[in-house]
């Protein structure tokens, strides 16, 4: 029979690791069971449709978002391991009182591409994990590059209901069954170069110029090959086809966003750690006026709900824009 996500998590760590992630991870899974059962049948139990309220993003709340939030955060207050949760539906992270021993804090988009709920696109619950060192407070614990993740995992509720993770030795899949997540996929690898390329072309007229010129070379066959687009305008449905197809996602800078829209810390940092894992890249874009290409992983965060650009998937389509980006600022 297949490994279970506890099972797997175990094995590959020493014993002191390994049994507190298993135990993380065991509490997010629980969450995730309990998150698409309600998006299972959402339809039929008044689960659709706005909150109420907005977040701290200015973002109109989805029931289903304030749901998710809760279950996270939830299974997290009862780990005598997590000390805090920062997530996209707080506008400050949530600190547990009398935990001396904590050791991780939990960063989380507990439900991405919930605006697509209502048309029943693929949503998903992202996750990173930092450690918690002696005298950090939680927002110290949380305020670090991304090179420093303890854990990374995403959870893609789909027409299989699938949890990739990685804790610095490979991206592992596993798929639910009968309440269980078990192994479907190891050390996943991405392919070096892939078929198609993710980004929201309706706002190609506001993107840099080193973008357009980009999208150019992937359009016209000079990489190599003529690529495919394919964009899902959910996240984690766009990034878990890039992941396992290959390619490259963007979210560049535009004029009204010129800094990105993604968050850094619960979305590009995980997201990167995973892609990086399965021998894929992940980098900024730059901003709306070009800017420097970064890698994702060393971008220092000033605050948890910064937002960033992003380049992520495959190796050769990533280095390509790297390369494009300076040349088009060697021009400026």
């Given at each position: ?7 797997h ?13 298993a ?6 899974a629980?969450?995730a ?7 299972r ?8 449709g ?8 200015g973002?109109?709340q ?13 299974a997290?207050?009862a780990?005598?391991?997590v ?6 539906e ?16 939990v960063?989380?988009?507990p439900?991405?591409?919930s605006s ?6 693929n ?8 450690a918690?060192?002696a005298?950090?407070?939680?927002r110290?614990a949380a ?23 990685t804790v ?22 991405m ?10 072309e309706?706002?190609?007229a ?13 359009r016209?066959?000079?990489?190599g ?6 964009y899902?305008g ?11 197809k ?10 009204k ?9 619960y ?7 995973l ?9 900024t ?36 824009f ?11």
């Amino acid at each position: 029979m297949a490994k279970t996500l506890v099972e797997h998590v175990r094995a590959g760590l020493d014993a002191e690791r390994g049994a507190a992630l298993a135990e993380l991870f065991a509490a997010l899974a629980d969450a995730a069971k309990q998150i698409e059962a309600r998006i299972r049948t959402a339809p039929l139990s008044d689960a659709l449709g706005a909150f109420g309220h907005t977040n701290v993003q200015g973002e109109q709340q989805q029931k289903l978002d304030v749901f998710a939030n809760d279950a996270v955060i939830g299974a997290m207050r009862a780990l005598p391991s997590v000390g805090a949760v920062v997530s996209e539906e707080d506008d400050e992270p949530v600190v547990f009182e009398g935990k001396p021993d904590a050791r991780f804090v939990v960063i989380t988009d507990p439900l991405d591409g919930s605006s697509n709920l209502d048309v029943d696109v693929n949503v998903g619950t992202i996750v990173s994990v930092q450690a918690i060192v002696a005298g950090e407070d939680a927002r110290a614990a949380a305020l670090k590059p991304g090179t420093q993740q303890v854990a990374a995992l995403y959870v893609n509720y789909g027409p299989a209901t699938m949890l990739v993770y990685t804790v610095g030795k490979g991206t592992h899949a596993f798929t639910l069954r009968d309440g269980e997540f078990l192994l479907s996929g190891e050390h996943l690898a991405m392919p070096e170069q892939g078929p198609y390329y993710s980004v929201n072309e309706a706002n190609a007229a506001d993107f840099p110029q080193a973008v357009r010129s980009y999208l150019t070379k992937l359009r016209d066959g000079s990489m190599g090959a003529k690529y495919g687009s394919r964009y899902v305008g959910s996240f984690i449905a766009d990034f878990h086809r890039t992941l396992l197809k290959g390619g490259v996602f963007l979210y560049p800078g535009t004029a009204k966003a010129p800094g990105g829209k993604l968050r850094l810390l619960y979305e590009a940092n995980p997201l990167a750690m995973l892609a990086e894992q399965a021998g894929g890249k992940a980098t900024t874009a730059g901003d709306a006026n070009g800017g420097e290409v970064r890698r994702i992983l060393e971008v220092v965060p000033t605050a948890p709900h910064v937002r960033t650009t992003l380049v992520i998937g495959s190796t050769a389509e990533v280095s390509a824009f790297g390369d494009v980006a300076a040349a088009a600022a060697s021009q400026a």
